[in-house]
């Protein structure tokens, strides 16, 4: 497979990829290199980008091995039943559904979370947040409320409340519209050990919290910002697949952007920070939307590829 896949001796091979038990009714079909090519194919065919990449990830899925046992043991034969399970993920895959759909995870903050189509599948940029909350000042001994809304997979606040879990005081609070993605959010909580951690809560932004008392230091989002024109050009696996509640934001992808400014001004204590992701054309128009709610000390943070990325603002309450 274009040099992707090489030899290895036979015990090495048996080490990586037991063979069948005695009596398996499995029958031996391709070997991982056969299996590797043709998925390669189909996917090239079907115009899915890196085709490569999508096969030995999917393979490596279905035999629970990483990439490299694909690369060591490529005359392996695959049992009948692995080879169909591969086969469905090839053609699932082939009409460009997401690879973290058909494996059930995804890697964020250097853990892995698992998702389905319930959840936007958490992306390096949002890591962004992450990154930010962590550097505010924070002094030490002092109680804090970190409040993420429309927490999907709970990428963002899991890995917060990991990384803060060496603070004594501070309490993580995490809200979504859909009962589905809690549900997925509190599974994976629950896997990384924080599930008593973290508040979960239903509702939509900040309506949920209707007492005047400001309660939060830190209220961030990743929230849906594709503006409607840009929607037919978003890529099939992203439009077709990923849920558009958590994608558009109406005509100038500004509408959620523009609720959760308002409400936040109203919910963060003073001196309180927001925290929220953009669309790297949407920088000047959400400064412009957050004046007008008092937010100050404003910057616009550069996510890895150099775009225009995370919208940052302190309460002047």
């Not at 509190?186 to 008392?213: C, M, P, Y």
């Amino acid at each position: 497979m274009e040099g992707t896949v090489s030899g290895l001796s036979p015990e090495g091979a048996s080490a990586l990829f037991p063979p069948p038990r005695p009596g398996s009714p499995s029958v031996p079909g391709p070997t991982v290199r056969e299996a590797l090519i043709w998925g390669m194919t189909r996917l090239k065919e079907a115009e899915v980008p890196d085709p490569r990449l999508s096969a030995e990830l999917l393979l490596a899925e279905v035999l629970g091995v990483d990439r490299i046992a694909l690369i060591l043991a490529p005359e392996r034969p695959l049992e009948d039943a692995l080879w169909a399970s591969f086969q469905e993920k090839i053609q699932r895959r082939s009409k460009h559904e997401p690879i973290a759909y058909l494996t059930g995870k995804k890697e964020f903050w250097s853990l892995t979370f698992q998702v389905n189509p319930s959840v936007l599948i958490p992306r390096p940029e949002t890591e962004l947040l992450v990154e930010t909350a962590l550097s505010l000042p924070w002094p030490e001994g002092e109680s804090k409320t970190v409040l993420e809304l429309g927490t999907g997979s709970g990428a963002v606040i899991i890995s917060l409340a990991l990384s803060l879990s060496h603070r004594k005081g501070f309490r993580f609070v995490a809200t979504d519209v859909s009962p589905e993605a809690l549900a997925v959010a509190r599974q994976n909580a629950k896997n990384h050990g924080v599930e008593e951690k973290i508040r979960w809560v239903i509702g939509d932004w900040l309506s949920t919290f209707t007492s005047q008392r400001r309660w939060f230091d830190l209220i961030l989002c990743n929230p849906p910002y594709v503006a409607d024109g840009e929607w037919s050009a978003l890529p099939p696996s992203v439009r077709d697949f990923e849920p558009w509640t958590a994608l558009r934001g109406g005509a100038d992808g500004l509408a959620a952007i523009r609720k959760i400014l308002g409400r936040a001004s109203a919910q963060l204590k003073v001196g309180g920070w927001l925290l929220l992701e953009i669309g790297e054309t949407q920088a000047e128009a959400v400064r412009e939307a957050a004046e007008k709610y008092s937010f100050h000390a404003m910057e616009i943070l550069k996510d890895y590829s150099g775009k225009n990325r995370l919208w940052k603002g302190c309460c002047h309450g």
